[in-house]
């Protein structure tokens, strides 16, 4: 395997347009994740995903943002009614998370999807 | 809340020169700490990490430790290259949480 890989690289759409992203995690990982990075800053966690369970949600993930992990394995992050504001690039990662363990899981990072809304 | 304040950039250097970029955080609870690397045109790589108080995290020569009493993790390097420009991101994991939280990035340049 060789690593976590997303679909598409770039996407340019209209506003109000909607949009899915996929991510397909390392094979062997249980845990994903979705980031946003915007220019210039850090990336921000939107949601996490343990196997096809989603367990958790950033208050950046508006009501027009829906992620999936059907089998747990590759996840699509769709948004709706685009904006302009939704423009950034959109990271995937995914970790193992061992049993038992209490530490924060090593995350691998994709490319990431660049997403400018016209 | 969690946060992390890392060193403003941009920072350039000379090839060679010894390179600290500072980055500090503020947790409530117990955080595992990371650094990432985004080479020119690149997704995150991940540099090094600690898990614990007093540990080393180091990968190609640079090094940074996990100091629980001054809540701070300094990336160093003793000699950088060429090849080190990159923009290099701080990452705490969040209090209780398994998701990280970034800092605003630090933008190196190495020059010749």
């Known amino acids: 395997d060789t690593g976590v890989s997303q679909d598409p690289r770039h996407k340019i759409t209209k506003r109000g347009q909607n949009v899915t992203f996929r991510c397909d995690p390392i094979s062997e990982h249980n845990r994903l994740y979705w980031y946003r990075q915007t220019l210039g800053q850090g990336p921000e966690f939107l949601t996490y995903?343990?196997?096809?369970?989603?367990?958790?949600k950033s208050r950046l993930l508006s009501d027009r943002f829906s992620a999936e992990r059907p089998k747990g394995s590759f996840s699509t992050l769709e948004i709706q009614r685009t904006e302009q504001g939704d423009s950034a690039m959109y990271l995937c990662?995914?970790?193992?998370?061992?049993?038992?363990?209490?530490?924060?899981?090593?995350?691998?990072f994709g490319p990431g999807t660049r997403l400018t809304v016209l | 809340g969690d946060s992390v304040t890392q060193m403003e950039g941009p920072v350039t250097l000379s090839e060679e020169a010894f390179l600290t970029i500072n980055c500090t955080y503020t947790?409530?609870?117990?955080?595992?700490l990371f650094w990432y690397v985004q080479y020119p045109g690149e997704g995150l790589q991940l540099l090094l990490k600690?898990?614990?108080?007093?540990d080393k995290g180091s990968n190609k020569g640079f090094e940074a430790t996990y100091r629980k009493e001054t809540t701070s993790f300094h990336l160093e390097k003793g000699s950088v290259q060429v090849s080190d420009s990159a923009v290099y991101f701080c990452a705490p994991s969040q209090t209780g949480a398994n998701n990280l939280f970034f800092g605003t990035g630090t933008r190196l340049t190495v020059i010749p």
């Open positions: 600690a898990t614990k108080a007093d």
């Open positions: 947790a409530t609870g117990y955080p595992s």
């Open positions: 995903f343990q196997n096809e369970a989603q367990l958790e």
């Open positions: 990662a995914s970790s193992l998370r061992a049993g038992g363990s209490t530490r924060t899981d090593t995350q691998y």
